[in-house]
């Protein structure tokens, strides 16, 4: 499976954006679909996922600020990201976790001016 991530780019603070993830098949069946961000210097962390019922979670610093949302007619995830922060910088990869293996997206890169 291939996911193709897109919607990155640079953006004020106080912005939005949405970042869009296509996968090369079904969605349907994944356990869950996420975001991860990863800033210079820093680990990789879990940004946002969304369960095959539809059940999300959210890092505490990006609670009521992101959104994600699936489309599994369309195999893709989206994160809407609103009142975007200079720390919200980073790359942003989509994953796609099935029962026996993770699929790993390229990223793409945000970043926040303040």
């Known amino acids: 499976v291939q996911l193709q991530a897109y919607g990155g780019g640079l953006v004020q603070a106080g912005g939005s954006l949405r970042l869009s993830c296509a996968a090369s098949?079904?969605?349907?069946?994944?356990?869950?679909m996420g975001w991860y961000r990863q800033a210079p210097g820093k680990q990789r962390e879990m940004v946002a996922h969304?369960?095959?019922?539809?059940?999300?979670s959210y890092a505490d610093s990006v609670k009521g600020r992101f959104t994600i949302s699936r489309d599994n007619a369309k195999n893709t995830v989206y994160l809407q990201m609103n009142s975007l922060k200079p720390e919200d910088t980073a790359v942003y990869y989509c994953?796609?976790?099935?029962?026996?293996?993770?699929?790993w997206g390229q990223g793409t890169q945000v970043t926040v001016s303040s």
């Open positions: 098949a079904s969605i349907f069946s994944a356990n869950y």
């Open positions: 994953v796609m976790v099935a029962t026996l293996v993770t699929y």
């Open positions: 969304i369960a095959s019922d539809g059940t999300t």
